[in-house]
């Protein structure tokens, strides 16, 4: 796709969506860690999240968590929330701005979990995230810090885990380019691919 995207609203959001497709397999890609923003009990919060999959159809995203996360828990109380992704190569800023639903101990996260490896599935035999330790270390045990553990013994790893699907109510979009700045505003109805509104904004 050439740059005659820029100044074509439709045009832009396929691009968009044509970007976050790729993030999903390419490990390298700007969009494959996006920041996540959560209303946090002091203050607000952010954190680095990793992109798993992606239902254009559903007009939705989503990303894995541990149910005992503070993210986790804020999600829970207010599942309102905000992405925001930038790419230092194209110069461009993208926002999302949803809902989430958490999916644990269903049929969406036992899905999911039986695709993880056992390197990702590690990640959920931690102690309780952010919770204190006495010295520096992972939060593993011995037996599941092995090099040697095998899949059968993560099985455990998956009461702590989560998929949160971040249905797309709006998608914010900025260029910053010599030739002048372009922005982009995408509304959406309920899971719908199409937009419901969409406009032009001035940078």
Known sequence: ???????????????LRHQLSRAIVDVRHELHQVYL??????YPEVRTVILRSVDWEANSIAFHTDSRSKKFVELSQNV???FLGYSHKKKYQIRFRGRTILNYNNEVAKESWQRL???????????SPG???EEAGSGLNQETSSADLQLQSTEIGFNHFAVVTFVIE???????????HRRALYKFGEGQKKPIDQTWLCP
């Open 131 to 133: 919770s204190s330790l």
């Open 37 to 42: 923003v959560t209303i946090g009990t002091a």
């Open 1 to 15: 796709m050439n740059d005659d995207y820029r100044n074509d609203l439709s045009q832009t959001l396929e691009f």
């Open 170 to 180: 709006e998608i914010e979009w900025l260029l910053l380019a010599r030739d002048g």
């Open 80 to 82: 309102k929330t905000s």
């Open 117 to 127: 490896s056992v390197a990702s599935r590690r990640c959920y035999l931690v102690s």
